[in-house]
């Protein structure tokens, strides 16, 4: 299906900024921009493609609305392989939006999100997975997340993908040529199989290597959301500060400081890691707290690494026990005992004997001990859960959920490979093949491709 329309969109965010972009894609784009667009002495002179026009934006009464550099771009050789008119005006809300404007007065159509890169999807320029790696490169939490999407724009998952759905295509064909005609194989029926089997168990085994990297990829894609978890007072809202190196959250000596969820970034290793503090977890009468405490536990449950904050200097109580009781079996955790500069009423070995496996750091926040232990403990956790995989190209949970189905497949064309008929066999490789299709979008309903790209930004 081709897009027949222009569409015209800010493409730089909202705000005040030198510069800000408004683009146009589709056939009419130089006509349009033409419309509204005042060139500078080269009145006459036709247009060129890919040439940098200086000049003036008018509006319907020939007023100077802005001075603009305008970038004419002929198809193919454009972001959407359409025409495209990019518009560099001053950064402003307003300028841009009175250029947007008239750019829609004199018949553009105001463009949805993502449709740009839709188009480039649908003109056959990239890919799918070439266009959700445009995404994760805008949202990318780490310069190893930038860097991972921008193998993935080149092709890197979409040349596997295509050899993977290759390999697929040839064993399907040998199990079919030997299930269709049989005699005029001059194959033993037995090395047939034997030559099947090994070229499904490498099939299978790329998959599992690509989706190795996967937790990895989104670690680094998405950022890794930490909740810090306790009972009141414990010195969350302390430990946010300190690993933050600002003054980020309110400390106070009064329990129930903290109502509502703060969070920050920090870099550690390259890792991006979203820092969630939460309100102290306790019984309460007080309404507002009582909502606090019930989005501290929507965040303990949401996040894939707690830190577990107990306070040194207090005894053990039935609150530092719920707090445990918060930790999921998908969850990695770390327990931080806190306050270790007063003097110590609890016995971080008792918690050591029951969770040995889990990693205990003890801290103390106005003498900064403990704190670069901590940051390590959070490094070596995250290293563990990311497993190995030099350069994962698995950011996203679409992509990877459409391989795990795929390998399903090809485990399944294994299992039956010597008992079914050769049918099931090649059912269950033709749904594998199906399935790596919707990485790349070869095989994707309308539907799915909408959703996915309404997730853009409008402009992109
Ligand atoms: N001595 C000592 N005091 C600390 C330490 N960490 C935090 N505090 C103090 O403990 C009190 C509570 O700290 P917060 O960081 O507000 O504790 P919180 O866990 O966020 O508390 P809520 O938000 O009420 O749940 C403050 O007076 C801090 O200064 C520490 O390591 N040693
Ligand atoms: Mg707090």
């Not at 820092?275 to 909502?291: C, F, M, N, Q, W």
């Not at 830190?307 to 109580?317: A, I």
């Not at 004997?353 to 901590?374: H, W």
């Not at 956790?381 to 190209?393: A, R, S, V, Y």
Request: proline content about 4%; overall charge negative.
């Amino acid at each position: 299906m081709k897009e027949t329309d222009t569409i015209a969109a800010i493409s730089t965010p909202v705000g005040e900024g030198g510069i800000g972009i408004v683009r146009v894609s589709g056939p009419e784009a130089f006509l349009l921009a033409e419309k509204v667009f005042r060139p500078k002495g080269k009145r006459k002179r036709e247009i060129a493609s890919h040439r940098i026009y200086y000049g003036h934006i008018l509006d319907a009464r020939g007023e100077i609305i802005d001075e603009v550099l305008v970038s004419f771009m002929k198809a193919p050789y454009t972001y959407t392989r359409e025409d495209i008119v990019e518009i560099n005006c001053h950064g402003g809300v307003f300028p841009l939006r009175m250029v947007l404007k008239r750019l829609l007065e004199v018949g553009a159509r105001l463009a949805e999100p993502g449709e740009f890169t839709k188009r480039a999807f649908l003109n056959g320029r990239i890919d799918l997975s070439q266009a959700e790696s445009v995404f994760n490169i805008i949202h990318a939490r780490s310069e190893e997340g930038v860097k991972n999407a921008a193998r993935v724009l080149q092709g890197a998952l979409s040349q596997k993908v295509r050899r993977l759905r290759q390999d697929i295509v040839e064993a399907l064909a040998w199990i079919e040529a030997s299930f269709d005609y049989p005699e005029e194989l001059d194959f033993d029926p037995q090395v047939l199989q034997r030559e099947l089997r090994n070229s499904l168990c490498a099939l299978r085994d790329s998959m599992a290597e690509l989706l190795e990297g996967e937790e990895r990829g989104r670690l680094y894609q998405e950022g890794i959301a930490t909740a810090i978890i306790g009972k009141p007072n414990v010195g969350k809202s302390s430990l946010l500060n300190a690993l933050l190196r600002e003054q980020r959250a309110i400390v106070h000596e009064v329990p129930g400081t903290t109502r509502d969820i703060l969070e920050g970034y920090i870099l550690l290793e390259g890792y991006p890691i979203r820092l969630v503090d939460t309100a102290g977890i306790h019984g309460t009468r007080d309404p507002v707290e009582k909502v606090g405490i019930e989005r501290s536990r929507e965040a303990a449950a949401r996040a894939r690494l707690l830190l577990m904050v107990f306070d040194g200097s207090s005894p053990w109580e039935k609150e530092d026990e719920e707090i445990l009781s918060l930790m999921d079996p998908g969850q990695k955790a770390i327990f931080v005992i806190n306050k270790t500069d007063l003097k110590q009423e609890l016995d971080p070995g008792d918690l050591a004997r029951r969770f040995p496996q889990i990693p205990l750091v003890e801290t103390s926040i106005p003498l900064k001990k403990g704190l670069s232990q901590l940051e390590r403990a959070i490094v070596a956790t995250l290293d563990q859960m990311g497993g190995g995989g030099e350069h994962p190209l698995l950011a996203s949970l679409r992509q990877a959920e459409a391989l795990r189905e795929a390998r399903a497949g090809v485990e399944k064309a294994l299992e039956n490979l010597e008992q079914e008929p050769a049918e099931l066999v090649s059912l269950e490789l033709r749904f594998a093949w199906e399935k790596l299709g919707e990485i790349t979008g070869e095989t994707l309903s309308d539907e799915i491709l909408d959703r996915i790209f309404s997730q853009f930004c409008v402009g992109k």
